[in-house]
């Protein structure tokens, strides 16, 4: 099952057609799991309202918008950017929007 439009080019930014796979789930919840281990926060993943990705020398960048619910119950957003080479993985960025 194919999970983007189609295989990037080096750098070209695809959308991802099925947010909810394994895999892209796998790299949302990593990206929360990381910013609160380097933040006082404590978010719980929701779901994953829309993706993009691309290839640039053989490391896979993930652009998510997820959203993750607070202590407090409330839900918001967030645009995240992960790195992936082999099974490594990098949190680049995690921000509220």
């Given amino acids: 099952m194919s999970v ?5 080019g080096d750098g070209e930014l695809v ?7 394994r895999n892209i789930r796998e ?4 990206a929360i799991d990381e910013h609160n281990s ?7 993943f ?5 993706g993009k990705w ?4 053989a490391i896979l960048i993930y652009d998510l918008t997820i959203a993750a619910k607070n202590e ?6 967030y645009k ?17 929007v």
């Fill in 54 to 57: 691309q290839v640039r020398s």
């Fill in 38 to 44: 380097e933040s006082d926060d404590n978010l719980v």
């Fill in 80 to 96: 995240t950017v992960v790195m992936e080479s082999g099974r490594d993985k990098i949190l680049y960025s995690f921000n509220e």
């Fill in 4 to 8: 983007v439009e189609a295989f990037p």
């Fill in 27 to 30: 790299v949302a919840k990593y």
């Fill in 72 to 77: 407090g119950g409330a839900t918001k957003n």
């Fill in 15 to 21: 959308s991802i057609k099925d947010v909810s796979a």
């Fill in 46 to 50: 929701v779901k994953i309202i829309e």
